[in-house]
């Protein structure tokens, strides 16, 4: 069913459910988004190094790091498939999907869908307490991360491609170099001079 005939009434998880497997869509507050074209190139290679780097870490912490498609079900109105994403409550990964709130959530900004990550997903993940939310910008090369206090999301604090981000739910430090393939210059005091 084409975007034009879904856009006009509210969708629930449902909904969702009977839509065709070869289609990708996200339902927030009620609203279809369509999530087609396909990434592109470097926004998959940068899901793929956080996949590998994160990962590992995820496990060694007691969590699982998800990488889309993978459907996150906040509630009836809002079902999502963050780029990558880490639960450390397994009592909310269920067979079919994962169910509420993850711990992290990285989206990496695309054209067709950038907007849709730094204001509405941002709003969703906030009102859902998505304790760590971190926008990947592939054109930039930096990254924001939102951390949720008192139930909000202040600003964000940014990071550029050769600055190291500390992912609070891994209690990690992911060099950004490595996200976005550049080589870090050694300062001198790295080297030992």
């Keep these: 069913m084409p975007l034009s005939e879904r856009s006009n009434q509210k969708f629930g998880y449902k909904d969702y459910a009977t839509w065709p497997?070869?289609?990708?869509?996200?339902?927030?507050?009620?609203?279809?988004?369509?999530?087609?074209?396909?990434?592109?190139?470097?926004?998959?290679?940068?899901?793929?190094?956080?996949?590998?780097?994160?990962?590992?870490?995820?496990?060694?912490?007691?969590?699982m790091l998800?990488?889309?498609?993978?459907?996150?079900?906040?509630?009836?109105y809002n079902v999502v498939q963050p780029d990558v994403f880490v639960v450390c409550d397994r009592t909310k990964i269920t067979a079919a999907n994962i169910q509420g709130a993850p711990d992290l959530i990285i989206e990496i900004l695309s054209?067709?869908?950038?907007?849709?990550?730094?204001?509405?997903?941002?709003?969703?993940?906030?009102?859902?307490?998505?304790?760590?939310?971190?926008?990947?910008?592939?054109?930039?090369?930096?990254a924001q991360r939102f951390m949720l206090k008192d139930g909000v999301y202040g600003a964000p604090d940014v990071f550029n491609w050769d600055e190291t981000v500390l992912i609070s739910a891994l209690e990690f430090e992911l060099g950004l170099w490595v996200v976005f393939e550049r080589q870090k210059e050694r300062s001198s005091q790295e080297s030992g001079s």
């Design 21 to 63: 497997d070869d289609e990708r869509w996200e339902i927030i507050d009620g609203v279809a988004y369509d999530m087609t074209p396909a990434p592109n190139v470097k926004h998959q290679r940068i899901v793929s190094k956080l996949d590998r780097v994160l990962g590992d870490h995820a496990e060694k912490k007691g969590c």
């Design 111 to 142: 054209p067709s869908t950038r907007l849709k990550d730094m204001r509405e997903k941002r709003r969703l993940y906030e009102s859902f307490a998505v304790m760590e939310y971190i926008l990947i910008d592939p054109v930039d090369e930096l």
């Design 66 to 76: 998800f990488v889309a498609p993978t459907d996150v079900v906040f509630d009836e």
